[in-house]
C-alpha cells in the first residue's frame, strides 16, 4: 500500500508540475498571436492524442517532462509554412513577446506555489506547536541554553508560529554558517538565546541540520493509546489519551523514559500522575511481571505508549495571506539559488541535489500525512522547477532568456553555430546533473 501511495503521488506530482509550466508556455502563446501546434505531456510514442482547432494535445510514453511545440520556420520538420501562416510563427514575433513566452512556464511555476500557500493559509493547517526537546550534549542548542519545554516565539527577530517556521530558519541559518538570535519562552518567563551554527560542517548539511544543531521536536509528556482489556492499566483506571506527567513525581518528557521505568517495576505500585480533560489525577498502577523474549522479567502495564506532539492551528486572513505567500515564494526561489552557488563554489556537497526517486519518495511520505503536507510539497518543487528553469542553461527557458539578452545587446540573433554549440553543453550539462541526482538518490536509497 505505501508503495502504490508512493507511486500515485509521484505521477500526480509530476503530471501537475508539468501541465502547469507548458501551460503557461501555451496561454501566453496563444495570446500573442502564436500558432500552438502540439501541447505534450512526456516525450516519446504518443500513447493518447486528440485535436482541437490548430493544437494537438498529446499524452506521451515518458513522462518525465512535456513541451509546447509552436510554429517556426527553423523547425525543418515542418517543411514550407504557408504564407499565411509566417505571421503566427514564433521566430517572427517581437522580443518582447518571444520573452514573455518563454517566461510564462517558470512564471506558471511561481504562481502555482503562490496558489497553493495562500489556500493553505487561509483554510489553515495544523502544524506542531515550536517546543524543543532536551538538546544532546556538545551540539549548539545545548551550549546556547535550550531546555526541555522550551517555546520558540521568534528567530532573529521573526516571529515563530509552528515548528516548520523553526526548521525553515534553522536550514538557512546552518547553510550560511551564522549564530541565530532565538527567543524562547517557558513557565511565563523569556530568554533570549544565540544558536550558533558557524561551526557546522559542509557534511552536516548533507544530514538533517536541524539534528546537527541539536534541536528537536518536544513530543511533551507521554500520551497513552489503546489499553488491553484486564491489563494492568486497565484495572487502575487509566483511559486512551492520558498524558502521563509524572511516576513516583518524577517528570516524564518521553515515551521511552516511562517504558523504562514501568520495565524497571515489575510488581512494584507506582504513582502516575496523569492529565485528562484538561485537570490532573493521581493513579496507582502496579506493572505485572513478564518475561521478555531475553528470559528477564520487567514490567508491563499493557497499553500503548507514544510520543505525539502538540498541535497548533495556522491560519490568516486572505489579504495577509497573499503576502506571506508572496513572500515564502520569493524566499525559497532565493534559498534555492543560494543552495546551487554554494554547490558550485564548493561551500555546499552535491549531494544535496536530488532526482526523481527522492522526490517520489518525499512525495509518497507527504501523502501519506495529509493533503496540507503533499500540497505543501507540490508547492516546494514547482518553485525548484520554475527556478532550475530559469538558470541560463541553453536548453532550458533561462539559456533561451540568454539569447534573447545577447540579441538585444547585439541588434542581431546570436550565430546559428552559437546556439548549435549552446544546445550541445546545454544538453551536456543536463545530462550530468540528471546522472548525478540519480547516483545521489540511488546511494541514498542503498546507505
Known sequence: MAFLTTVIAFIVTLGVLIIVHEFGHYWVARRCGVKVLRFS?????????????????????????????????????????????????????????????????????????????????????????????????????????????????????????????????????????????????????TRELRLDLSHLARTDLEANPMARAGLSLYGGPPRLG???????????????????????????????????????????????????????????????????KDGQTIGRIGAEISDRPEMTEVHYGPIESLGLALNRTWETSVFSLHMLWKMVAGEASWKNLSGPITIADYAGQTARIGGAAFASFIALVSISLGVLNLLPIPMLDGGHLLYYLIEILKGSPPADWVVEWGHRAGIGVLVLLTALALYNDVTRLLF
Open 226 to 292: 489503546r489499553i488491553a482489556e484486564a491489563a494492568a492499566a486497565d484495572k487502575a483506571g487509566l483511559k486512551p489519551g492520558d498524558r502521563v506527567l509524572e511516576i513516583d513525581r518524577r517528570p516524564l518528557s518521553s515515551a521511552r523514559a516511562l517504558i523504562e521505568r514501568v520495565r524497571g517495576a515489575a510488581g512494584v505500585t507506582l504513582e502516575f500522575l496523569v492529565e485528562r480533560d484538561g485537570a490532573q489525577l493521581a493513579v496507582r498502577v502496579t506493572p505485572a511481571r513478564v518475561t521478555d
Open 41 to 189: 505531456i512526456g516525450f516519446g510514442r504518443a500513447l493518447a492524442r486528440r485535436r482541437r482547432g490548430d493544437t494537438e494535445w498529446v499524452i506521451a510514453a515518458v513522462p518525465l517532462g512535456g513541451y509546447v511545440r509552436m510554429l517556426d520556420e527553423r523547425d525543418t520538420d515542418l517543411g514550407p509554412i504557408p504564407a499565411r501562416d509566417l505571421p503566427r510563427a514564433f521566430n517572427r514575433q517581437p522580443i518582447a513577446k518571444r520573452i514573455a513566452i518563454v517566461l510564462a512556464g517558470p512564471a506558471a511555476n511561481f504562481l502555482l506555489a503562490i496558489g497553493v500557500y495562500w489556500a493553505l493559509n487561509v483554510i489553515g493547517v495544523f502544524e506542531p506547536r515550536p517546543v524543543v526537546a532536551a538538546p544532546a550534549l556538545g551540539t549548539p542548542a545545548e551550549r546556547a541554553g535550550f531546555r526541555a519545554g522550551d517555546v520558540v516565539r521568534a528567530i532573529d527577530g521573526e516571529a515563530v508560529r509552528s515548528w516548520n517556521d523553526v526548521n525553515w530558519q534553522v536550514l538557512r541559518g546552518a547553510v550560511d554558517r551564522k549564530a541565530l538570535d532565538v527567543t524562547v519562552e517557558s513557565n511565563g518567563v
